[in-house]
């Protein structure tokens, strides 16, 4: 068992491989001008600030050949995957599956919904596609999660007080011991971020638990680096 610098207290994490990286919809299209973020009014700019952090977790999980679980947010063509509820809501001009500069808008396969080119997912690493903002709600996220053993996730991705923690409430009802990373989560609204950091830890960590990058990063660099060190010499 290893620690991790955490708030609200250390994170202890098993290091018998039960850990994976969640990556929640670091899409072109909420990234990006000319996707679904901005067609309903937002700012996305402020999300770029997240990409080298993300970035930079994702090399330590490559590198300890550790899991790494992307989503994306998205719909099928025909739309059946999509309530009306959530196709009419804002009232914005550019809808669901309207064509926008990146293809349709929120649509699997379109330009637009693919995961930004930075972080693009490799061979093998697993993409869930979601048609809603939990990564749990139609998807076989969970299934996946207990067949491969993984009881610790570290959540990064945005925005994080829609999708991100949504995902990370319904992963904390399943049972799953939940870290999100502070500086490699964004919103649209800075308050809301701040807010989403201090709902999750009130009340001891009633959702889980927050911490920076680096400290995340310290804790598995120091520890797989030892273990493969240690397997090296048997
Ligand atoms: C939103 C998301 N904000 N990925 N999706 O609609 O948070």
């Not at 669901?96 to 500069?101: A, L, S, T, W």
Request: proline fraction near 6%; hydrophobic fraction near 40%.
């Amino acid at each position: 068992m290893v620690f991790i610098t955490a708030q609200p207290y250390d994170y202890e994490l098993p290091l018998d491989g039960n850990v994976a990286l969640l990556i929640i919809d670091m899409q072109r299209d909420f990234l990006e001008p000319g996707g679904f973020g901005e067609a309903l009014g937002n700012d996305v700019s402020r999300l770029q600030a997240i990409v080298p952090a993300v970035k930079q977790l994702l090399e330590v999980f490559r590198t300890y050949k550790l899991p790494v679980l992307h989503t994306i947010e998205g719909h099928q063509p025909d739309l059946s995957d999509c309530p009306p509820a959530k196709r009419l809501r804002g009232k914005s001009q550019l809808k669901i599956g309207d064509v926008g500069p990146m293809g349709r808008i929120l649509i699997l396969g379109e330009a637009g919904n693919a995961i930004i080119p930075e972080l693009e997912p490799l061979a093998g690493e697993i993409v869930i596609s979601k048609p809603g903002k939990g990564a749990f709600y139609h998807t076989h996220l969970e299934s996946l999660l207990r067949e491969k053993k993984i009881t610790h996730l570290i959540i990064t991705g945005v925005t994080t007080e829609v999708c991100v923690q949504t995902t990370m409430r319904e992963a904390n009802d399943r049972g799953f011991e939940c870290l999100l990373v502070e500086d490699a989560t964004e919103s649209y609204f800075p308050d809301f971020k701040q807010s989403t950091l201090e709902m999750i830890l009130a009340q001891g960590g009633i959702v889980g638990w927050t911490a920076k990058a680096k400290s995340v990063i310290h804790t598995l660099e120091k520890s797989y680096k030892a273990a493969n060190t240690a397997n090296s010499l048997i």
